[in-house]
């Protein structure tokens, strides 16, 4: 049975090295054994704020709704960004706060939960300028982020992560060349 993988390039400049991780991905999943879609909030046009809170829907995004209608169509879901300030870039997050919503990901009453994506999967694919263990190992750790409060709140399960760190050093390039060789296997050998 062929699995449904969305694989979204969060970071929002086509040229950089996490765009480039992203499209080895793509360009090496097999496409006779798994259907693919993908995502590039950079060339997408929709408001990142979530002006009203969750008091209110906003306006009808075609850009949310394509991704709303993604999300519940994948299987899996990898997701390649960068790490900035210790986080995601405000681009990934105002895709999630507009995407993630109750009643579409989740629904929530006290501490009741209902997870509405349950079944699905997700990867993420990182860089950091920082050490790929301080990223790791800090409290507010962007891969706990992910995989717990946002992903696992509504039933999407991390099954791997990997945070490429010092990936700006002059000295890193043959480290790069590595980690898209990594990249591309994790694509080739996706089951």
């Not at 704020?49 to 969750?54: A, F, I, M, Q, S």
């Not at 009808?60 to 709303?68: A, H, K, M, P």
């Not at 997870?115 to 800090?138: C, E, N, V, W």
């Not at 043959?174 to 980690?179: I, P």
Request: aromatic letters at 12%; proline letters at 4%; charged letters at 25%.
């Amino acid at each position: 049975m062929q699995k449904k993988i969305l694989v979204i390039n969060a970071h929002p400049y086509d040229e950089s090295y996490v765009s480039e991780l992203f499209r080895t991905y793509v360009n090496h999943l097999d496409t006779n054994k798994h259907q693919v879609k993908t995502i590039e909030l950079g060339k997408m046009t929709f408001d990142p704020v979530l002006r009203y809170g969750y008091t209110k829907r906003m306006p009808v995004d075609n850009d949310i709704e394509l991704s709303q209608n993604l999300v519940s169509w994948a299987d899996h879901i990898v997701f390649f960004y960068p790490i900035w300030w210790t986080t995601m870039p405000a681009l990934l997050k105002g895709w999630i706060d507009r995407v993630i919503t109750p009643g579409f990901a989740f629904n929530s009453q006290g501490f009741k939960t209902t997870k509405h994506l349950k079944g699905r999967t997700a990867q993420l694919f990182m860089t950091s300028d920082a050490p790929a263990l301080y990223q790791r190992l800090i409290l507010n750790s962007p891969v706990r982020l992910m995989k717990r409060h946002i992903l696992g709140y509504c039933g999407i399960k991390v099954v791997k992560s990997d945070i490429f760190g010092i990936v700006t050093s002059a000295k890193r390039e043959r480290a790069r060349k590595r980690f898209i060789e990594k990249v591309k296997e994790s694509a080739i050998n996706f089951k």
